[in-house]
């Protein structure tokens, strides 16, 4: 499934955002790249462990925390402390896949990438090209949202960034590790979950019917979690 998420920061965030990332130390993309797609990788990236990549990732990780959709379309196990990059004109990132296993920096275990994330912090007017370009078995989605806004995939999905010609496309991205690790059955549930709330808002959240397919949902869900 690929989902974009809507106004995940509010403008007011995305502009302290944009101007905390001004003064930031911005290094070469490559840090956090695997072997192979280091040699696809063209962009700069916020260290992980400088204060604004801390400050910033702790505002989108709360952020997360209280967005209905994301929680209902991920549903996440952990987040990985999200990044920051930046492509200006010339920078790409060519096709690949994500690393399946990422440590954490602080030591404390691992998270397997079940889903990527971008979180578009650049207006799209601000740039030309940089769309993420998505291939999946549904074909081959270009995606390029508003400032604030965010698009979720499967992280096993084969994606590139295309090249910007002009202007910068900033952007924090990161992975989540879901407790639902198969990409069918998490989107499953969240259809069922999306079915669900609209039906309670007609028939109210005690309608027999809505209790009963709500048990139907938290019993697939009891089947297939990975706490
Ligand atoms: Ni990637």
Same mark, same amino acid.
């Given at each position: 499934m690929l989902l974009q998420v809507p106004d995940v920061l509010t403008p007011e965030q995305v502009a302290y955002a944009r101007q905390v990332l001004e003064t930031a130390p911005w290094a070469d993309g490559r840090i956090t790249a695997g072997h192979q797609s280091a040699l696809?990788?063209? *962009?700069? &990236?916020?260290?992980?462990?400088?204060?604004?990549?801390?400050?910033?990732?702790?505002?989108? !990780?709360?952020?997360?925390?209280? *967005?209905?959709?994301?929680?209902?379309?991920?549903?996440? &196990?952990?987040?990985?402390?999200?990044?920051? *990059?930046?492509?200006?004109?010339? &920078?790409?990132?060519?096709?690949?896949?994500?690393?399946?296993?990422?440590r954490l920096p602080d030591?404390?275990?691992?998270?397997? !990438?079940?889903?990527?994330?971008?979180?578009?912090?650049?207006?799209?007017?601000?740039?030309?090209?940089?769309?993420?370009?998505?291939?999946?078995?549904?074909g081959v989605h270009q995606v390029k949202l508003p400032a604030?806004?965010?698009?979720?995939?499967?992280?096993s999905s084969l994606h590139r960034v295309e090249p910007v010609t002009r202007g910068a496309r900033v952007a924090c991205f990161f992975w989540i590790q879901s407790l639902v690790r198969d990409d069918a059955r998490r989107t499953l549930l969240f259809d069922m979950d999306l079915s669900i709330q609209r039906l309670a808002e007609t028939a109210g959240q005690t309608d027999p019917q809505i209790v009963a397919l709500t048990g139907c949902y938290h019993n697939l869900l009891r089947m297939w979690a990975e706490p």
């Open positions: 696809a990788k063209r *962009n700069r &990236q916020l260290p992980q462990d400088c204060v604004q990549a801390l400050e910033l990732g702790a505002l989108v !990780t709360k952020a997360l925390e209280r *967005n209905l959709l994301f929680l209902s379309a991920a549903l996440p &196990q952990r987040i990985y402390p999200p990044l920051f *990059n930046r492509y200006e004109s010339g &920078q790409d990132f060519g096709d690949h896949v994500d690393n399946a296993i990422r030591g404390s275990g691992a998270v397997r !990438t079940d889903l990527s994330a971008t979180l578009f912090l650049a207006e799209p007017d601000e740039y030309d090209g940089g769309e993420l370009t998505v291939d999946d078995t549904y604030g806004s965010m698009v979720l995939y499967p992280a």
